[in-house]
């Protein structure tokens, strides 16, 4: 399974971040995949941010949860980042993973950096 | 501030070995069902699974790589230290807030 993050790379405060995630090598309806977005500021502190079960089920960070939103779409293989009211803070990498087993994540897309600035 | 805690740095020269701890609490590491999982970071590059379970090696990894949990802390160890591992190391395990949390990295610089 090979993962592909895309999407603008600066967003404006108080505005909504929206990346997706491309999967390719396998089905994003295979079990066994949690496909999750984790964030990384400046080169390291890495933070997780949520994921999404090919049912549909989701479930977010707690302390980002009230601005998360993540979505599939099984015709493009693909899954989507919504983070709503973006602040300076939020500017970090973005990478998409996929959570196996107990709790590892692997493999992970590039990454992508996203800036909030106006 | 991350959830868990590894030191900063830690350097060795080649063929040594280095150990990188990554403390956490009774909420995390500690907890009995909670397993341990290490990743590397390679400059420039997103960061790859190297341990996952608290003690398993993808089928890639090689053996110069272990790793080990005691109490609420756990440990990477790398002996015959390459050129090519000079990069950053983060542990990451599960918390009872229900979150994914990470250590903060570790470099490693051979010297």
């Known amino acids: 399974v090979h993962l592909?993050?895309?999407?603008?790379?600066?967003?404006?405060?108080?505005?909504?971040?929206?990346?997706?995630?491309?999967?390719?090598?396998?089905?994003?309806?295979?079990?066994?995949?949690?496909?999750?977005?984790?964030?990384?500021?400046?080169?390291?502190?890495?933070?997780w941010i949520g994921y999404i079960y090919y049912s549909g089920s989701t479930f977010y960070n707690p302390s980002?949860?009230?601005?998360?939103?993540m979505s599939l779409d099984t015709s493009k293989n693909e899954f989507s980042?919504?983070?709503?009211?973006?602040?300076?803070a939020d500017t970090a990498v973005y990478y998409c993973a996929s959570k196996r087993g107990h709790n590892w994540f692997d493999p992970w897309g590039q990454g992508t950096l996203v800036t909030v600035s106006s | 501030q991350s959830v868990l805690t590894q030191p900063p740095s830690v350097s060795a020269a080649p063929g040594q070995k280095v150990?990188?701890?990554?403390?956490?609490?009774?909420?995390?590491?500690?907890?009995?069902?909670?397993y341990v999982s290490w990743y590397q970071q390679l400059p420039g590059t997103a960061p790859k699974l190297l341990i996952y379970e608290t003690?398993?090696?993808?089928?890639?990894?090689?053996d110069r790589f272990s790793a080990s949990k005691s109490g609420t802390s756990a440990t990477l160890a790398i002996t015959g230290l390459q050129t090519e591992d000079e990069a950053?190391?983060?542990?990451?395990?599960w918390d009872i807030t229900l979150s994914a949390v990470?250590?903060?990295?570790?470099?490693?610089?051979?010297?």
């Open chain 1, 64 to 69: 980002l949860r009230s601005r998360v939103t």
């Open chain 1, 81 to 88: 980042l919504n983070l709503s009211s973006v602040t300076a």
């Open chain 2, 19 to 34: 150990t990188i701890s990554c403390s956490g609490n009774s909420s995390n590491i500690g907890s009995n069902y909670n």
């Open chain 1, 4 to 47: 592909q993050e895309s999407g603008p790379g600066l967003v404006k405060p108080s505005e909504t971040l929206s990346l997706t995630c491309t999967v390719s090598g396998g089905s994003i309806i295979s079990g066994g995949h949690h496909w999750s977005w984790i964030r990384q500021y400046s080169g390291k502190g890495l933070e």
């Open chain 2, 88 to 93: 950053d190391y983060y542990c990451g395990t």
């Open chain 2, 55 to 62: 003690n398993k090696r993808p089928s890639e990894i090689p």
């Open chain 2, 102 to 111: 990470f250590g903060g990295g570790t470099r490693v610089t051979v010297l």
